[in-house]
C-alpha cells in the first residue's frame, strides 16, 4: 500500500485485482435541541448621526435596578475645540502662472518656464539651449514662399555657398534659372520641374537667441490639406504676398488662395501673422511705396475680420525674396533703397 496514500489500491503482479469496497463512516448524531436558541445580540451604531442613541432593553424584574450616574450641571461651558482652521494665502503671487499676458505669447511662456527651472540643470541636460519657434510660409501659389525660405537658409548659413552654387547650375540646365533658391526646401522632382510645393517642406536655421523651424507650405489650392497640416505646427505664420501688378489681385480678389489661408491659420490656432509684401523689386512695382500702402489698405479689414489685431498681432513687411533685401537686415524705409542705384 503506498505510504503517500493510503486509501490506493495496491497492484501484485499474477493475481486479480479485485478492489477492495470501503464502507462509508456512520452519521454523525447531534443531540436534540431541547431549549430554544438565545437571541443575536444587537449592535447599535451612532456614526455621524444627531440622534439619540437606542436605549437598551430593561432588565428583568427579578434583578436589582443598576446604580444611577450623578447628573452633570448642563451650565458648565463646554471646552473649546483646538482644531485650528488655516486658511490659504492667497495674496502671494503664483511662481508658474502670470496673468499680464496670454499665455499665447511664447516670450512670456519662455521667460515664465526660465523663472521657475532650474538652469543648472537645463544646461547640464540641453546645453546651451534656445528658444524654439516653428514658422510657416503661406500665400498664394508663387507668391515667393519656397524662394524665400531657401533664401533664408542661404544668408544664415544653413545652407552653404557650395550647395547653392549646384542647385543654381542645375536649375539652370532645366530650364529654371530663378527657381534655384527654392530647390533647397522643394526636394522632389516633381516640385522642381513644375515649380510647385506639393508637400510641406521642411528646415531649420539658428540666431545667436532662437532656433527656427521653416514650415513651408503649398499655396495651391489642390495641396490645401498639406497646408493644414503644416500651419497645425506653427507657432508664427509669415504670409507672403506677391507686390507685382496682376498677382496680388489673382491672389486676393479673384478666388486666390490668400483669403482662404489667413482663416485656416487663424482656425488651426496661429496668433501671430508678419505679412512679408514680397517682389518689390519687381519691374513693375520698382519699391513704390503707393503699391505698398494699397496692398496694405487692402489687407487690413481682412485680416482684422478674420479675428487678428492689426495693431498687436499683424506686422506688415516689404522685402524682397529673390535678393534677400529686408530678410536677414533690417532696411530703414526699404521702398527707398532701389537695387542698383545709389
Do not use: C
Not at 555657398?161 to 540646365?173: D, G, I, L, N, S
Not at 519691374?283 to 500702402?293: L, S
Request: glycine share 6%; proline share 10%; hydrophobic share 35%.
Amino acid at each position: 500500500m503506498s505510504k503517500l496514500n493510503p486509501g490506493a489500491f495496491s497492484f501484485v503482479p499474477g493475481q486479480r485485482f479485485t478492489p477492495q469496497t470501503q464502507q462509508p463512516p456512520p452519521p454523525l448524531e447531534r443531540p436534540e435541541q431541547t431549549e430554544a436558541p438565545k437571541p443575536p445580540p444587537t449592535i447599535s451604531l451612532n456614526i455621524g448621526s444627531s440622534s439619540k442613541p437606542v436605549a437598551p432593553p430593561a432588565p428583568p424584574a427579578s434583578q436589582p435596578p443598576p446604580a444611577q450616574a450623578p447628573k452633570v450641571p448642563q451650565d458648565i461651558p463646554k471646552p473649546a475645540s483646538t482644531v485650528k482652521v488655516v486658511k490659504a494665502d492667497t495674496s502671494a503671487p503664483s511662481k508658474t502662472f502670470s496673468t499680464e499676458k496670454a499665455k499665447t505669447d511664447t516670450t512670456s511662456v519662455a521667460q515664465e518656464v526660465k523663472a521657475v527651472a532650474d538652469q543648472a540643470i537645463l544646461a547640464d541636460l540641453y546645453g546651451n539651449s534656445k528658444e524654439h519657434l516653428n514658422i510657416v510660409f503661406i500665400g498664394h501659389v508663387d507668391a515667393g514662399k519656397s524662394t524665400m525660405g531657401g533664401n533664408l537658409l542661404f544668408i544664415t548659413g544653413t545652407v552653404d555657398k557650395r550647395t547653392m552654387e549646384k542647385y543654381e547650375r542645375e536649375a539652370k540646365e532645366a530650364g529654371r534659372e530663378s527657381w534655384y533658391l527654392s530647390w533647397a526646401l522643394d526636394s522632389t522632382p516633381q516640385e522642381r520641374s513644375k515649380g510647385k510645393t506639393v508637400e510641406v517642406g521642411r528646415a531649420y536655421f539658428e540666431t545667436n537667441q532662437r532656433r527656427y523651424t521653416i514650415l513651408d507650405a503649398p499655396g495651391h489650392k489642390t495641396f490645401v490639406p498639406s497646408m493644414i497640416s503644416g500651419a497645425a505646427q506653427a507657432d508664427i505664420a509669415i504670409l507672403v504676398i506677391s507686390a507685382r501688378k496682376g498677382e496680388f489681385e489673382t491672389g486676393f480678389e479673384r478666388g486666390g488662395q490668400t483669403r482662404e489661408h489667413i482663416m485656416l491659420v487663424k482656425t488651426a490656432g496661429v496668433a501671430k501673422v508678419v505679412i512679408a509684401i514680397n517682389k518689390m523689386d519687381d519691374p513693375t512695382v520698382n519699391w513704390d511705396k503707393a503699391r505698398y500702402d494699397e496692398i496694405k489698405d487692402k489687407l487690413t479689414p481682412f485680416v482684422k475680420a478674420a479675428g487678428f489685431n492689426p495693431k498687436t498681432d499683424v506686422t506688415f513687411l516689404p522685402v524682397s525674396a529673390q535678393t534677400g533685401l529686408n530678410l536677414k537686415d533690417r532696411v530703414s524705409k526699404a521702398w527707398t533703397v532701389v537695387p542698383g542705384t545709389s
